[in-house]
Nanobody, 126 residues
């Protein structure tokens, strides 16, 4: 089992920035890959950004150039730097993790989807 704890959500105005963090714990024997999803009421959860086992990053087209995913493996922490936020970025953001050999292909890259955090809210006002 992998436990994930997100933090860093909040309310900002359009054009502002936020940094989300996700700390992973509870695993010992396998290589963990992590990523970010987001979801708004009535819509399916969508992949936002992820890092595969080779360190390759994937971004949704809607956030490309504005969001940056990074990780500190020594701290088992994943980050999502979100710049130039737009009202359409308003959502609950979830951290996800899985064995790097079990990633699933979504839209334009590989994402984990087995272990999930509780989510953190991001609200962007115009």
């Amino acid at each position: 089992q992998v436990q994930l704890a997100e933090s860093g959500g909040g309310s900002v105005q359009s054009g502002g920035s936020l940094t989300l963090s996700c700390v992973a714990s509870g695993y010992t024997y396998f290589s963990v890959c992590m990523g970010w999803y987001r979801q708004t009421p009535g819509k399916e959860r969508e992949g936002v950004a992820a890092v595969d086992g080779d360190g390759k990053t994937t971004y949704a087209d809607s956030v490309q150039g504005r969001f940056t995913i990074s990780q500190d493996k020594t701290k088992r922490t994943l980050y999502l730097q979100m710049n130039n936020l737009k009202p359409e970025d308003t959502a609950t953001y979830y951290c996800a993790a899985d064995d790097c050999d079990e990633l699933v292909y979504l839209d334009n890259g590989y994402y984990p989807n087995r272990f999930w955090g509780q989510g953190t809210q991001v609200a962007v006002s115009s």
